[in-house]
């Protein structure tokens, strides 16, 4: 069973991922386009921009999606469990 602390705990660790993808995905896209431009031993500068926007994207995407499903984790540690400690039950 998980408390506070540890919800809390993954959702600023999945919350963090997401961020460092989302500031890093030019770098990471331009890494695995360039990647795939050396597999394929040279490309048309067209189909590279394409590959390499589909790359950018897809780490925008997943950081994003990270993120918003960290910032959902922190919210429902703190509505679930962090809600009833300054407050007594009569």
Partial sequence: ????????????????LGIILLFNSMTFGDSLA????????GSDPDHFNIILKSYINIFIILGS???A??????SFSFIKYGG?????KQ
């Fill in 84 to 88: 009833n400690k300054g407050v007594e």
């Fill in 69 to 74: 499903f960290g910032l959902f984790f922190i």
């Fill in 1 to 16: 069973m998980m408390n506070f602390t540890n919800t809390l705990t993954t959702g600023l660790m999945v919350s963090l």
């Fill in 65 to 67: 999606v990270l993120f």
């Fill in 34 to 41: 360039t990647s795939w431009l050396t597999d394929q031993g």
